[in-house]
């Protein structure tokens, strides 16, 4: 079985309020590429992933006038793709949601929160992912109040051959600091950003933690827009929010694993893998980071797992098919991240 994930830039900008395709030489999203070829590019690299389940992180937006199935399933459709159903949970207010957009000949998810549901006041005990995060930030002793903008995807899963596994899709907050026009601000608000994507990800290890004292196989995978070594805020930390999320000082049985974040691990002076790449505009150059990845329960590493991230110009396979890399880099400016698995 393959599962994926893709987080696709501006996927909501390529819909009308019906679902239907935009597909015409007006601007996408992305900077210098049409709605078409953006369009075209997608159909082409989700046809060449032919995974049976990809998480889609910035799936179309989901309100009282647009609708995240009807427009992934429209998608789906046009492009021909097997796996056609979609399936979400709880939606955000930011145009961009989390999807599944899976084969239902191969594989059977059930949207399954877990934790309570809370107040404002919330709580600091694993809340249904909806609510409300109690934890004190900036150790003053005083408790913050911490929210999803986009509430992690909990998923039942069971496969054709009635193997049972829980999957979170995630999309963690950006420690960017957008808004900022002077140092001062550029510091503040990346610290800020940077501690509410901690808090975040604490929450998010309380729910892994249940699942894997009672036994349960999991797969956690998105963009946790965060990876060891990737901003000197970390130093203030102490370790990265997906440090925090795999639960590496933790026993064996209780990790995640992802071998790309173990990887990144070893340092800078270690060659790194991306999974994003942004042009700096004022810099003229791309910046490459490690955002995006497929975390697995230590039970599922017997099941022959094998990742690949999907980077033309990483992977020689990939770049020597002209008409796919071409469509990597015009889809989005983010690659997908795939596991083969035994399921």
Known sequence: MRIATYNVEWFNALFDDQGNLLDDDAPSGRTGVTRHQQIEALGIVFTALDADAVLVVEAPDDTGRRSTVTALENFAQVMGLRARRVLIGFTSDSQQEIALLYDPDRLSPRHDPQGDPTGKKGSAEAPRFDGVFRWDLDVDSAADLIRFSRPPLELAVQSAQGFAFRMIGVHVKSKAPYGASTPEEVMRISIQNR???????????????????????????????????????EKLFGRSGVEIVMGLDVPREMRLYDPHARQAQHGRSAAQPATARFYIQSERHYLSALLDYVMISSDLRARRPAWRIWHPFDDPDLYRVPELREALLAASDHFPVSLDIEL
């Not at 975040?200 to 349960?216: M, P, S, T, Y």
């Not at 196989?217 to 965060?226: A, H, K, Q, S, W």
């Open 195 to 233: 501690r509410k994507q901690m808090a975040q990800c604490i929450w998010l290890r309380q729910r892994i933690e249940a699942h894997l004292a009672a036994g349960e196989p999991l797969i956690v995978l998105g963009d946790f827009n965060d990876g060891p070594g990737l901003d000197e805020y």
